[in-house]
């Protein structure tokens, strides 16, 4: 792969620290409280990680840890770190870092590393997670949730879920028609979350970016067209108005307030609309596999947050206890699961009897096996900024839908050396 000190050296560096120049600083900890950089939905007040913060907090009322709250997508939540440990500011002791970043992160040197802990948390923890929180051979961060994508559908309105991503459109296309609702709601916004929703259908059509080690790119152009094809003609029709401005909280919404009938989205979702009683999805939902282009069974983006500790922090020590404690914290792991349907990173919380019966941990248990991960390389965000760039136009109708497939084919080979 391309080296990121390449990137570096090509003046990304110098980028990056004009933006920060213009930017506030961010949370610091002269209160003695430790700052642990997260973003999302549940780093909301009231959402799971707040308390997990607050029950940290009470046990250790030595070393108490607040959340600084980033914004929901993950490409700025990526920005606003970047900027604070490009300085070498101290202000985020622990970092909710994408299974993506690992990388990228760790090569930057902003990341103290797990070693010395790694034992008791690789004891504890599936092997993907596992796996995304290491870059290198070494391990950088502990995990905390994992995620999958799920197909969520309203059971009032259609009998099966469909198996193949055309049937799910006709099936939404014909039942929204009838109740004069949208079909379909995902991640359509230009960003991280919209290369997923792409790489999905992507990697459903049996399109894959590199060989296993990645030293060469086996990027398949006709069956890239296709899919970008395949959004763009349901752009109007079976997916929901404003699509393409929608991240996951949008879908969310759409789908919880009763206006479509199909909804691509990340587990936690599930929590929050069975939670709310005025939601016409209420009762009246279910989850299922992601279809595939192929009808064989179903392949979903592996995502997910581990904790790492700042390399700049000034509380280094109780910030990696925080760390390996909510990786490996079985009552954490569980509230994860019960309170807020996000995927544990603990092995043994699959296996709690308490969440046999819970629907989010049954297929998490089918799905989790044949989700893929996206290249863990320190140049990912790179790869999905091109991807974006070029296949968000595309699919929009507003650029060539070859040339845009043949130009993230080139970008990817330039990422081998
Ligand atoms: C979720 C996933 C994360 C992914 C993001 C994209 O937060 O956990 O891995 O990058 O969605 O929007």
């Known amino acids: 792969m391309k080296s990121y000190k390449s990137w570096l050296a090509s003046g990304g560096v110098l980028a990056?620290?004009?933006?920060a120049a213009c930017t506030p600083g961010t949370g610091d900890d002269e209160d003695g409280e430790m700052v642990w950089a997260i973003g999302g939905s549940e780093a909301q007040p009231g959402g799971i990680h707040q308390r997990i913060a607050e029950m940290w907090s009470e046990q250790n009322p030595d070393n108490p840890i607040r959340i600084e709250v980033l914004p929901e997508a993950a490409d700025q939540q990526r920005e606003q770190?970047?900027?604070?440990?490009?300085?070498?500011?101290s202000g985020f002791d622990v970092l909710g870092v994408d299974v993506i970043w690992t990388g990228e992160y760790s090569e930057n040197d902003w990341l103290e590393s797990l070693e010395d802990v790694r034992a008791e948390i690789e004891a504890v923890t599936l092997p993907g997670p596992f796996e995304s929180a290491t870059w290198g051979g070494e391990l950088w961060a502990a995990p905390y949730n994992s995620n999958a994508g799920f197909l969520y559908y309203r059971t009032d309105l259609v009998d099966t879920p469909p198996t193949t991503w055309e049937e799910m459109c006709e099936?939404?296309?014909?039942?929204?028609?009838e109740e004069g609702i949208a079909g379909f709601v995902g991640q359509?916004?230009?960003?991280?979350?919209?290369?997923?929703?792409?790489l999905e259908y992507y990697w459903s059509n049996g399109g894959e970016l590199y060989n296993e080690d990645q030293t060469q790119v086996t990027f398949d152009t006709a069956a890239a067209a296709e899919v970008t094809e395949f959004m763009n003609e349901n752009l109007d029709?079976?997916?929901a108005p404003g699509f393409n401005t929608a991240q996951e909280e949008e879908a969310r919404n759409e789908f919880q307030g009763g206006n479509a009938v199909f909804m691509r989205n990340w587990p936690y979702a599930y929590a929050l609309i069975e939670d709310d009683e005025g939601s016409p999805a209420n009762g009246n939902f279910d989850v299922?596999?992601?279809?595939?282009?192929?009808g064989d069974g179903t392949i979903s983006a592996l995502g997910g947050f581990n904790n790492a500790v700042s390399a700049f922090s000034n509380n280094t020590e109780a910030a990696k206890d925080f760390v390996v404690w909510a990786a490996t914290n079985e009552e954490v792991q569980t509230m994860l699961a019960t309170e807020a349907s996000l995927p544990p990173t603990m092995a043994s919380v699959y296996d709690d009897p308490a969440l046999a019966g819970d629907p989010v941990m049954a297929l998490l248990g089918d799905v989790l096996g044949d989700a893929r991960a996206r290249p863990p390389s320190p140049a990912w965000n790179e790869i999905s900024v091109e991807m974006q760039n070029n296949l968000f136009p595309a699919y929009n109708g507003d650029a060539d839908i070859n040339t845009a497939v043949e130009n993230v084919r080139t970008f990817l080979e330039g990422t081998i050396d």
């Open 288 to 294: 299922a596999p992601l279809p595939t282009f192929t």
């Open 237 to 239: 029709t079976c997916f």
């Open 188 to 198: 359509g916004a230009r960003y991280e979350g919209f290369v997923v929703n792409w």
């Open 171 to 177: 099936v939404a296309t014909s039942a929204a028609e």
């Open 81 to 89: 770190q970047a900027l604070e440990l490009q300085a070498g500011g």
């Open 16 to 19: 990056l620290l004009a933006v």
